[in-house]
């Protein structure tokens, strides 16, 4: 029993560290699944985050919708409160507030304020075009003028700022790039005689995305013969379809690959090893929104645990029987294992020996006859 006991908690000691580890692994990613970044910037200096400021329109759109509407709220408050005051000491400095008793001939700079609600209301129907008609200003003092037309104007800058700024965050191409998912994993089988690590991709709207480009980095730690440790190492990874990687006919979901050859960074890998790598596969799909013009990326990302040796994905595209053609998304990342290499290199060496084989040739006239030697020799 005691035994039992000692085995079972080797084996829960094991199973939780092993999900430690990928645990951390899984975590340890520059872009995530759904394509944000994994990084953060720290001892920025002062003058630096002073250039956010003065980029003032993109800082707004980047902010999460609860800083932006906070700013939102706080922009027409603020100055709604602002020129409240404002028409406050106006009324108070031209005496037109109760307490200073006016006579029954005495003209206000403006109509009906008696204190500083009624200063905000008017503040408030002045910068938003009410006019309710019952407070207004008259013709007796230039100042009032003067900050009637100073607020129109600051009004409509607001306005137009902070309603543009909600309008492009909500028609911001990224969102566009929600509408178009990768597979949950990549693959590795063959392919027109290839070894190649094929991914599939697929846009959810039938509008397509114009002049569509696909490519991937391979992000990796190396150290370079100097001794220097490069952290986020990148490696071009070329990625194509039948008909090229440029100007993709993205109507349906496509089955793009990349092939394993000798230049390939996954060449030296295989079924045993590829566990044991340390790498990330960021692919990037870059086009052109057709409803709006605007250019969008969509990006995912594959660690070594999302790689499987051995698979190619299920078929998704049939046909019907009214001539439709119809897309199973149920089989999007659904795989089916195949006969593989278990490397690269091996697939190659078996071919480059099938060729060998079939250039070398029999010579019939060629004997060989044995020859006994001696070893006789004389000192």
Not at 216 to 242: A, C, S
Request: hydrophobic share 40%; proline share 3%.
């Amino acid at each position: 029993t005691t035994l039992a006991i000692e085995g079972m908690f080797k084996y829960f000691r094991k199973r939780f560290a092993s999900h430690l580890t990928e645990h951390s692994r899984r975590r340890a990613r520059l872009v995530s699944k759904d394509g944000r970044c994994n990084i953060e910037f720290g001892n920025v200096e002062e003058q630096s985050r002073f250039v956010f400021l003065v980029d003032i329109w993109t800082t707004i759109l980047d902010l999460r919708w609860r800083y932006k509407m906070t700013i939102f709220i706080s922009a027409f408050l603020g100055s709604w409160f602002l020129f409240g005051l404002l028409w406050y000491v106006v009324a108070y400095i031209h005496k037109d507030l109760p307490e200073f008793s006016p006579s029954i001939n005495h003209t206000p700079c403006v109509e009906n304020i008696n204190g500083l609600t009624s200063a905000f209301l008017f503040s408030l129907e002045t910068q938003v075009t009410i006019g309710y008609g019952f407070r207004c200003v008259t013709e007796q003092c230039a100042t009032a003028i003067f900050l009637l037309i100073f607020q129109s104007i600051l009004g409509v800058i607001i306005n137009s700022f902070m309603c543009g700024a909600i309008l492009a965050k909500i028609s911001r191409s990224k969102k566009r790039a929600k509408t178009i998912t990768f597979s949950k994993n990549a693959v590795i089988s063959k392919r027109g005689g290839k070894l190649c690590l094929l991914i599939r991709v697929a846009n959810l709207r039938k509008s397509l995305l114009i002049g569509s480009h696909i490519y991937g980095k391979l992000l990796k730690t190396t150290i370079t013969p100097e001794g220097e440790t490069i952290i986020l190492d990148q490696v071009n990874i070329d990625f194509l379809v039948d008909a090229g990687n440029e100007n993709l006919f993205f109507i349906s979901p496509l089955t793009v690959y990349h092939i394993i050859d000798r230049t390939s960074p996954f060449f030296h890998m295989s079924v045993e090893t590829i566990l044991q790598q340390d790498f990330e596969l960021v692919v990037f799909l870059d086009g052109t929104v057709e409803a709006t013009s605007a250019t969008c990326q969509v990006r995912t990302s594959y660690i070594p645990e999302e790689v499987f040796w051995g698979y190619r994905f299920a078929p998704i595209v049939s046909k019907t029987k009214e001539g439709k053609y119809r897309v199973d998304f149920h089989n999007f990342s659904k795989t089916v294992e195949v006969d593989t290499p278990h490397c690269a290199f091996c697939l190659y060496n078996e071919k480059d020996a099938k060729a060998k084989a079939k250039r070398g040739y029999d010579n019939p006239g060629f004997i060989l006859s044995e020859v006994n030697e001696t070893s006789d020799t004389k000192m």
